[in-house]
């Protein structure tokens, strides 16, 4: 079944709790945070304390996006406050395989799973996770340029995703789909190999975010 993904970057932030609990009862299969140092990105974003607040108002999985660099000196602090997917983009990580394994490793210290993905901006080519592939829990596929909400999808990003889930064979490797989603985007990312649809001003800006959801993920076919 397709995931739909609130990307919090979206909500309101002057009533975050509010905000959260309105896309989990909405029927939200995770929660998406972007972390953004003002250096990978040109954007500053959440941090540690943004996320002890957000893990203390749901207990649906918290995916983080982590857009800076030398994301490896954060990520088991990440992990101890609650983080179940890092996600670190190829961009920042010259030693990824390592950076991967590190991931998945955090789960033994922290005494629950904790999954590993990696990031794709829109010019990075898929060929650069083909010595990865055994090493991934998810990819992440930007569908927009990093660091600002609410822009619109780039088509190029349909035949991308065919060709990663291609690259990744038989493997239980999600992938998921991040900016510009909408529900008439679901169809054709899902068709070309997406499993998870990360959704930021199409759900948090809706009257009926619950609506949204459902309309999203049955378009896709799930």
Not at 12 to 22: M, V
Not at 143 to 151: A, D, E, K, L
Request: aromatic share 4%; glycine share 8%; hydrophobic share 45%.
């Amino acid at each position: 079944m397709i995931k739909i993904v609130p990307s919090i970057l979206s909500a309101d932030f002057g009533i975050l709790a509010e905000e959260i609990a309105r896309v989990e009862a909405a029927g939200a299969d995770q929660i998406h945070i972007d972390v953004m140092d003002g250096r990978f990105v040109p954007n500053i974003s959440m941090g540690f304390p943004i996320l002890d607040a957000i893990r203390k108002r749901t207990r649906l999985p918290l995916d983080l996006h982590l857009m800076i660099v030398e994301p490896e000196k954060y990520l088991a602090e990440f992990a101890a406050r609650g983080a179940d997917l890092l996600t670190v983009h190829v961009e920042a990580c010259p030693h990824l395989q390592r950076t991967l394994v590190s991931i998945r490793e955090l789960a033994a210290r922290r005494g629950a799973p904790v999954r590993a993905g990696a990031a794709l901006n829109p010019a990075t080519h898929p060929s650069t996770l083909d010595y990865v592939t055994d090493d991934l829990d998810l990819v992440l596929v930007m569908s927009v340029n990093p660091g600002f909400g609410g822009q619109k999808l780039i088509p190029a990003v349909y035949p991308k995703i065919r060709q990663i889930r291609t690259l990744l064979g038989p493997r239980a490797v999600d992938i998921s789909i991040d900016g510009g989603v909408k529900t008439e985007h679901a169809r054709k990312l899902a068709e070309q190999g997406a499993s998870i649809l990360v959704a930021g001003s199409a759900v948090f800006d809706a009257k009926d975010p619950a609506a949204v959801i459902k309309e999203m993920r049955a378009a896709a076919g799930g």
